[in-house]
């Protein structure tokens, strides 16, 4: 299996993955299938960018787009030493073969090279003990929760906020 970082190249794939993820599993994503369906393909192309200041990676068997991670960054100055975990999705046929292990560990990694990026975040659905158990697995531990954060097909749902520390790398011009 081979995870490399997205490009524009990629954005038809990654747009028909995503949208079968918010179809599959609505409770599992802020965003929805309404909302995203008719996002154009040049928009997510430049989402995509190497200057977008997204980083989204996706997991292939063969030409086929089959998972997907991203890693996000905080701007503002007092919090830029995190980065936050998003839109991650594994296709319901590759469920159940350690590629979400493989990209949470590949988004690890790639954050922990970041200059003094020192904590990774994420969110998930209170109930989804698969998602809950991979990531306390990795080192993640829940800060939080909120209740009641979003509404599916009128039913409420939590979402627990999980954090883990990652191996330092000191800012540029430090020792």
């Known amino acids: 299996m081979l995870i490399r970082r997205l490009t524009p190249s990629d954005a ?23 909302e995203e369906c008719d996002t154009a393909l040049s928009v997510i192309e430049a989402r995509l960018a190497a200057d977008s ?37 594994v296709a319901e046929t590759h469920r159940g073969l350690g590629l979400g292990r493989q990209l949470m560990e590949h988004a690890l990694a ?25 990531y306390e697995s990795l080192g993640f531990i829940e800060f939080g929760r909120e209740p009641d954060s979003m509404i599916v097909d009128g039913r409420f749902y939590d979402e627990i906020m999980m954090s883990r520390t990652l191996a330092v790398k000191p800012p540029a011009g430090t020792d």
């Open 53 to 89: 200041g997204r980083n989204m990676f996706g997991a292939f068997e063969g030409e086929q787009l089959v998972g997907i991670v991203g890693v996000g960054r905080e701007t503002a100055l007092k919090v830029q030493h995190k980065r936050y975990v998003r839109a991650m999705y």
């Open 110 to 134: 790639f954050a922990a090279t970041l200059d003094g990026v020192q904590r990774m975040t994420i969110s998930v659905t209170a109930g989804n003990a698969e998602a809950v158990g991979l």
């Open 12 to 34: 038809a794939a990654f747009q028909s993955l995503r949208l079968a993820g918010l179809r599959a599993s609505p409770s599992a994503f802020g965003s929805s299938y309404e």
